[in-house]
């Protein structure tokens, strides 16, 4: 039998369950993980002193200013703009969470703020899941998840989600981390490429305002590496198109810093970068880390055009992504 996971106790969840506490690791790389939210605490590789992920060991830190640290978000990540969809004719009022007017990573007790069940461990996987019930921040159907971590034999951690229902409802998962591959208080030293032309223009709520938009002679052209940080440039905290539909595993974007390289390689049709500026009220402060999401396009349900997020009975939504460490490739 595979050798058992490291597992422990992170405390008690708001409902009074406990959350289970997992290490797991193979080769060089380590990775601490917690059923609350089905989240990635913290990433070691050897040779570096430093977490690759910003976290915390306090779990009243997850409850409040690193909510979504880490986690897994969902029903539906990102923005539903006004808080209302219809699915098949019928209209749902959602949860409008951010500032009463959007419904932010699929409601206030989303799939990062519930205590995931810890379903099997060894020494480089583990595999939490979740029941999302029928009208849950407002979203129809019983949607059960699953999400499976495992540290591979090549430096790269494994991700894949799974989800069904049991009526037609929206479904768009992300993996939340906040990474930094040099440890810096800020991402002064971070470069990144995006291996797409195009993005998603967004309005003031950081709603899309149309569709996809070439990134050519614009701040959002970063199919060479760029400096994360640009200042007097508009902050990041959009959506890079990556294709029109769920794809192979393929590589889509590279984090480079000091002298490791990360790689994103993901199935989803899209992928988020937020360099963090809003994050000025947590313990780590603005632009501490950068969230690379892969996932479908935000607001997909009032954009025709966009690759659908709704899930039927009978159809299993998946999403792989992988995140691979290496050297640094070249110096900027």
């Given amino acids: 039998m595979p050798a058992a ?5 992170f405390g008690p969840a708001p409902d009074g369950s406990a959350i289970a506490l997992v290490q797991i690791g193979r080769g060089a790389l380590s990775a601490r993980l917690m059923s609350w939210g089905a989240s990635l605490c913290d990433l070691r590789i050897e040779g570096h002193d430093h977490s690759l992920v910003l976290g915390s060991s306090d779990l009243k830190a997850y ?34 969470n951010e500032n009463n007017r959007t419904t932010l990573h699929g409601g206030t007790t989303g799939s990062a703020a519930r205590n995931w069940a810890l379903i099997e461990a060894t020494a480089s996987a583990c595999r939490f899941g979740l029941r999302l019930p029928h009208r849950a921040d407002g979203f129809p159907g019983t949607l059960d998840i699953t999400a499976t971590y495992c540290v591979t034999g090549d430096e790269a951690l494994r991700l894949e989600i799974e989800a069904v229902t049991d009526a037609p409802t929206l479904c768009n998962f992300a993996h939340h981390a906040y990474w930094t591959l040099d440890g810096a208080p800020d991402l002064s030293g971070h470069t990144l490429c995006v291996h797409t032309d195009r993005y998603l223009p967004v309005d003031a709520h950081r709603i899309p305002c149309g569709g996809p938009e070439p990134v050519g002679s614009t701040r959002f052209d970063l199919r060479a590496p760029r400096p994360l940080l640009a200042p007097g440039q508009e902050p990041l905290d959009h959506n890079f198109c ?91």
């Fill in 242 to 332: 990556l294709s029109d539909a769920p794809t192979d595993l393929r590589e889509v974007a590279r984090l480079e810093a000091g002298n490791l390289s990360l790689g994103v390689l993901t199935t989803a049709p899209g992928l988020q970068v937020y360099d963090g500026a809003m994050e000025a009220v947590t313990p780590f402060g603005a632009h501490a880390g950068v969230a690379l999401e892969p996932q479908h396009w935000p607001d997909a349900p009032h954009h025709t055009d966009f690759p659908s997020i709704t899930l039927r009975p009978g159809e299993t939504y998946r999403q792989v992504s992988e995140f691979q460490f290496g050297a640094r490739r070249a110096i900027h």
């Fill in 5 to 9: 996971a490291a597992t422990d106790s």
């Fill in 63 to 96: 409850l409040g200013p690193l909510r979504y640290y880490g986690a897994i978000v969902g029903r539906v990540a990102n923005r539903i703009a006004g808080g209302s969809v219809e699915i098949d004719g019928e209209v749902y009022a959602l949860d409008r």
